[in-house]
């Protein structure tokens, strides 16, 4: 590998499970374009030498995904942000221009959306109960509630209750949240009645993580959605399909999202057979 080969990639911590350079690395083989996507691990005090490295002229990095936990800190590092990525307030697509300026896509937002599409789940009316506050859940907030087929309501419950009211306050600028309820408790979710249950939480991602939800409170009735894909099956997911919930890991999410940012690099569209090809490499 030359020292200046065209590279993309993903900034995080943790980012070693990430399933996006198969995706992408997959993408660029079939078009024959002579570029790698890497992860980076990046701890919190080495993102400012990181984004000034990023704004050289001779920097190999020309499109970056973002994940946990930098999807809100980012934002301080770029020039301007997409008018859906400014309602959400997190980014996870940074696309770098020929003179070196950062702008910043969420594709997490429509991705979400496109997966629930594909899953057959209509969320028109329904009720939905979301675990967690971070930066997917500010997508997935904001892209349920620009959806026309609007839910009825929205419960939102994080272990630190200040993250709701940032979140609301952001989301609530710019975007009619009034169906969005924050919770203190995850008993005042009413998972029981709820159509929908999403984990936006980092919980299932190690070995070991509990399920947040007691088992009882999952219904036939349900789908329990965990942005997690990997690992495929987290406790919650086990859990709430022992119970006869329907479920689905963020495989395709990260799919749909993926299919974007690589759009966004590119700046064209991408033809089916290139998709086929990105969804092949996830084994999805
Ligand atoms: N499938 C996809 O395409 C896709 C896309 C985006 C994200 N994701 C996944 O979604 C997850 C969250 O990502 P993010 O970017 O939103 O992360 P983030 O901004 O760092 O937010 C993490 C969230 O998890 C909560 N949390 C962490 N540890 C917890 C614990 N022990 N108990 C209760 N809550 C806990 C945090 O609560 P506090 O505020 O209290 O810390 C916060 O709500 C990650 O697993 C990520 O891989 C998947």
Known sequence: MSHNQTTYGIIGYPVKHSLSPVMHNAAFEALDVEA?????????????????????????????????????KVI???????????????????????DRKLVGYNTDGPGFIAHLHELGFDPRNKRIAVLGAGGSARAVIAALSLIPERPASIKVYNRTPERIDELLRDLGARIDTKFVEPVMSIDDLNIELAD???????????????????????HANMMVYDLIYNPAETMLLKIAKEQGAKTANGLGMLYYQGVLAFEHWAGIPLEDPMREIMRKALCY
């Open 36 to 72: 790698l996507y890497k992860l980076f691990p990046l701890e919190e005090n080495e993102l400012d030498d990181f984004f000034d490295q990023l704004r050289q002229k001779d920097s190999p990095i020309f499109g970056l995904n973002v994940t946990v936990p930098y999807k809100e």
């Open 76 to 98: 301080a590092y770029l020039d301007s942000l997409t008018p859906f990525a400014q309602k959400v307030m997190a980014v996870n697509t940074i696309v770098i221009t020929e």
């Open 196 to 218: 929908l249950v999403i984990n936006t939480t980092s919980v299932g991602l190690k070995e070991g993580d509990a399920c947040l939800i007691e088992k009882e409170l999952f």
